[in-house]
């Protein structure tokens, strides 16, 4: 195990030695390290993802990258994987109309877009952790033009990355090298839904927020809710297999997710119980004159494949469409914001509002003292908004603990930290649901488990509350760079993680190198999904050996907890080489043989949720 370290030497200690493997035992987890000298994993390259940079994918000083792009991806055919080329974007060409393509192949200009500018943004996440170096960027309008797409790529051996609205964590949708970047954004109609069974039919690219919209309009909730619902994409949404805030309501899109139409890697398109399309008959019979199913909510007929790209991430094929049920649209809804001054507080809230909320709770929502200081320093400091003040009476001395809100949120910390709980309901009795919340909220108060509230009156300051609580993520990264973990935790030990890795930064001295470092939580309490954010204020550059060492810490207490280093946001690039750790090799083996069943060139997402080394070391053993 790693040896403890004191401020003094933490940096030198750390500089020695380059983060190689994780594993984990039933007791504990071991970090092994390795000199830096040592050479990393098979498959595995330290420069491979940075090309000279006068390099072009057009130029022939790339065939060196070339063989390193394609020992990086793991492909089972590990000489094959090559960059897009100007005949393939004549090829293209052919599929698409000028605006659907975006590249920097052709020097001739050919009515294609071809501004840097705009390609950087798609060769970059949003967090700015990941950087691509694709020259093509096809926007496919059709599920034709993506199966003429992919077939194509699939028969040239051509890597290609499946892009959403880009609002993942991972990297998932972000290029290791020179893929071929498939956006979605120009497939964004939203067919129909159905008013009986309320089963929603649209395309990939539609944003969640379009779809609230449109299921809201016509009496129905989609059930899927995250921060990022203006940019996400419900493909990237399902490709992820997000959670969101009313997970603990409506349950997850593996039970909200009733049909699916996927592009496989050859080309071949499947429609797992679809409703029936533009493209389709007018009748039910098809051109060998079999029966078609349609879309239901109950089928049991076969394997129920749309399962296994659910959470693929796009190595396994594209979602070019999707049905998903919708419930009514709730009538009634309330939401509160509560102050706990102990996690024992936040348990006990918990448990009122499962027995006595019930059937309307829908969203239980945690957030600690430095989380929400962020977003107070985000906001104007005098007069501000409806968020501004209600922060200010948050922070302040209303919760009962001694302190004076500092514009520094590293001054004036109260001990002990309060944390605070948003609490939602919706139901289709405003003075039903109504009474149950005052039944609620009475007996906390009555019982001291909160020391404050703040109720809201009116569909205005419900937004004031889900703002608040939106406003984490945006308002911690614009503070600092942040270290991100998405994790899944026994509620019972939600908190825990959080504080063993405070008091473990501070005692081998990182805290000494980053005296400003603090560690924010915040997430969906009722599912055991928490957010943990290592941010250091001021700085907004990754520093490699804090991210070393908080990935130690985080991960190793997380497993130490049987929990998941992964509940909502995917695996993607950033932790690909960790899921061995946390899968039995049988469980590890059957996904990479579904991956060479699916994908046997490997083109489809390269790099993302499988650890390289094992499609690597599956190749060795099938010769």
Known sequence: MMK?????????????????????????????????????????????????????????????????????????????LRPPTKRDLA????????????TTLDDNNNNDNDDDDELDSYNRDWTNRYQGHSALVLRPQTTQQVSSIVAHCHQHRIPLVPRGGNTGLCGGSTPLSYEVVLSLEFMKDVYSIEP???????????????????????????????????????????????????????????????????????????????????????????NAGSFRGGCHRKDNTGYDLKHLFIGAEGTLG??????????????SKHVVMLVCESYSAVLEVLAHAKQELGEILSAIELMDWQTLSLVRNSLPVAGGTGEALLLDQMLHTNHGINTVYSPSYSQSIPTPTPLYLLVETQGSNSEHDASKMDSFLTRLYEASTISNGFLAADSKRMHTLWNIREACNPAVSRS??????????PIEEYMDVANEVKERLSSRGALDLFPETAVCVWGHLADGNAHINVVTPGIFRKDELLASHVDELVYGSVLRRRGSISAEHGIGQSKN???????DASVMDVMVQLKQLFDPHGIMNPGKVLPTDTLLRNHDQSK
């Open 480 to 489: 600092g760079y942040v270290y991100k973990y998405d994790v899944s935790l």
């Open 196 to 286: 009986s069974s309320g089963i929603l039919h649209a395309q990939a690219g539609c944003t969640l927020h379009d779809l609230h919209e449109y299921a809201s309009q016509r009496g129905h909730l989609f059930p899927l809710d995250i921060g990022s619902k203006g940019t996400c994409q419900i493909g990237g949404n399902v490709s992820t297999n997000a959670g969101g805030q009313y997970y603990y309501r409506w349950g997850g899109l593996h039970g909200n997710v009733v049909g699916l139409e996927v592009v496989l890697p050859d080309g071949r398109v499947l429609r797992l119980n679809m409703p029936r399309g533009p493209r389709d008959f007018a009748d039910t019979m098809d």
């Open 4 to 80: 403890k370290c004191t401020s003094s030497n933490l940096r030198r200690k750390l500089t020695e030695c380059i983060f190689v493997r994780r594993h984990a035992t039933e007791s504990a987890c071991v970090w092994r390290l390795s000199p830096k000298n040592l050479s990393l994993p098979r498959g595995m390259s330290q420069s491979w993802h940075r090309p000279h940079p006068h390099c072009s994918p057009r130029s022939s000083s790339c065939r060196a990258d070339k063989q390193q792009i394609t020992r990086r991806f793991g492909s089972s055919s590990l000489t094959s």
């Open 318 to 331: 594209v979602i070019t469409e999707l049905a998903v049920a919708c419930p009514p649209l709730p009538t």
């Open 91 to 102: 090829h293209f060409r052919s599929i698409l109309a000028p605006h659907q393509i975006i």
């Open 577 to 583: 080489e960790i899921l061995r750790q946390i899968k």
